[in-house]
């Protein structure tokens, strides 16, 4: 009796706690602008988002403890674990969007199409840099929507692209076998229409080697059927758990691996290091620096890792998707200044934001300053382009860290946009009422 | 004291077979309903609508539906997630081929289909039972969330792979689709589910209710008494598959917006089972207070120190909900092996004889 009326108890002050604290998160703070970080640490993919979210992390609070933020106001950061899971993405967005956030980057292509149709309702713009829906790059029809650099379309006209020189031209693919190996998820299948179009186009045969979300860490049986099928490359589009297990079932087959190429999400240090000397040769595309020879990421070592303000690891730093998060921040952060140019204010709405974005051109010049020299292709987003289709370039795997293999490679933009407009067509016509832009453009 | 029944005289049959003969329950009731109708639209935020009361409804009436099979009927199934599943999917397309009806009447009627693949995978509980069923109907559930997967007409060809639910309207108010406010989703899930936990309140306790818990307790002599197994069985199957049918069209249409197959994944269905299990097997009540510990409790607990101040890493509080509510499943299955509905009959019977307790 008596423990039961304790825990009676304890329940009614811990529910009462919980509610008075829910009461107060509508009040924030005023002078700084608030960014969350939907990012993962946990679950199986785990792997790639610690990477991807120290690096947001880092970069942001290192302008924060360098700058004192962005045009002399403070950012405020919040991070919210969603586990790669949709349903708690969605949870975290509405917990964080009533204070005050200015962009949401999802990283997870399941919890990017939740957010797109709430993105112009709530008036808080979504970035997915190089992943999400591919047919969010026509800013016509998803002015909220924004996946600069680069579509996976573009990502998948690359790959063939440069498959093709390797064989010496795009008319030798004809007869040609080329493997896709996909994670099973939104993600892993949205490629899939532009690589049908491109095989039929080249006369290329695309086998397809879906893999299950539970089947992630073990890939056997889909690696018997490329061994029994030979195709003469495999593509890849895998994330987490994955792209590790993936590179070894390569390694223990004897694929050639300089026929193997990830997209830019499988192309991780671990991812690649996973299959030891064997691995030696993979490839993957990339639109962020390789290494840490930057100013920037020396500044990020030496305001925030050195600090201990961070959970990231020194030695990480440099890595592909460290390198990645930090360009997913360095679009946030010059967002978040272009659009104080344009409004003249300091701290900004979400509206302000998706302006901000809408007009971003991160020029060389800018780069050199931003002591991020080289680290990405210069890129500008137009209001009808919210991807820009930018180049990208190929790194290889020498055993023991990535080197650039390639130079910047252009996808096939004549392929591509004219079917990333015909799928936002039929988004909006799928989703009808779809709302019509609205919004100014500010270029 | 509190819960005494003395001096409550029924004088007539209809008031000794009401759903709820004692008063205390009866102004229980009312109080939640008016919590639940009138306080919590009134004082609470989007945050709370969205992330806690509508997934907790949802649930609810998944939980409810499970019960029925397992709790009431006795059949075990790990099946949930996908019956919830066929519901999703079953409510998207009927609202695709017919934009312009009511997409109430659509999640009402996509349970139909989830009722009729949950029969049919309810024929072989004919011969099998206990942890052989389980693996049938798990068969169920890789089944069905490789037709979500594979067949492309499901999710109308999407490149994605996911639904997506469009706008819709219905009584002037925009209910589904991301216009949707919380607030007109909220109230649509609770009338649902409160409808029909309603009605099978009632349906529990009559001549079906009864069968199936005959069923239950001793399937030979039910038989024997002149219990048709294989209808009876069948109509636990299709009533259960109805409910979670619709809890899982609810789910995709008022509250996640698109889903993908994971979404109805074999994860799903043991949520549902530990709601049901912690809750109590074979007990209404039980279903509200297992989803509100599996669902409302993480939430809060992972909340709770942004908003009380105290600055912990996001992926701390996630292992560190993990553990609590782990532990707290382990704790509460060994103090009370017949769930939260058990002790809350035990608290009401120390609430009756208090301040005398013998």
Redesign the interface.
Known sequence: ?KS?TQLALGTAV??G??FS??A???AQAEDSNYVPLL?Y??GPFAASGIHIANGMHDYLKMLNERDGGIGGVKLEL????T?YN??KG??CY??TK?KGALVYNPYS??IT??LI??A??DKIPVLSMGYG???AAVGSVFPWVFNVPDTYWDGASVVIKYIGEQEGGLDNLKGKKIGYIFL???YG??P??LLEQLSEKYGFELMQYPV???EMQNQSSQWLNVRRDRPDYMVMWGWGAMNPTAIKEAVKIRFPMDKFIGVWWSAGDDDAAAGGDGAKGYKAMNFSGVGSDFPALDDIKKHVVDAGLS?TDAETIGGTLYNRGVLNSVIIAEGIRTAQELTGKKVITGEDMRMGLEALNLDEARLKELGLSGFAHPMKVTCDDHAGSHPVFIQEWDGSQWRQASGWIEPMTDVVRPLLEA?AAEYAE?????PARTEPCPN | MFYREAGQFKTSYKADQALMPILQDRVGLLVILAIAFVVIPVFA????L??IMI?FLVFSLAAIGLNVLTGFCGQLSLGTGAFMGVGAYAAYKLT?IF?DANVIVMVLLSGVFSAAIGAIFGLPSLRIKGLYLAVTTLAAQFFLEWCF?RIGWLY?Y?????I?I??REAFGLVVS???ATPIVRYFIVLCITAGIAFLMANVLRGRIGRSWMMIRDMDIAAELMGIRPLQTKLLAFAVSSYICGVAGAMMVFFW?????P??Y?IALSFQILFMVILGGLGSLGGAFMGAAFIWILP??L???P???GIDV???T???VTFMIVGALIIFFLIVEPHGFAR?WQ??KQ?LRVWPF?Y
């Open positions: 009796m039961i811990a529910v706690v919980a604290g829910l107060t998160t509508a990012t640490r946990t919040e991070e919210c674990e586990g949709a349903q969605v949870e509405e917990a009533g292509t399941g199409l939740q149709p709430k112009g309702v829906l591919s047919a099973d998820a939104g299948r949205e899939i229409p299950g979300v539970k959970s799928a799928k989703n009808a009422p779809w | 935020n989007d945050f709370f969205t992330s997934p695709t934009p997967i109308n999407n490149a994605s792979g996911a997506e469009p706008h689709g991301a216009e996640l917006n698109a889903a993908e994971s979404s994944s939430v809060f992972k909340f709770i942004g908003t009380i890493a996001a992926e509080v996630e292992h002790l035990i608290a120390k307790p």
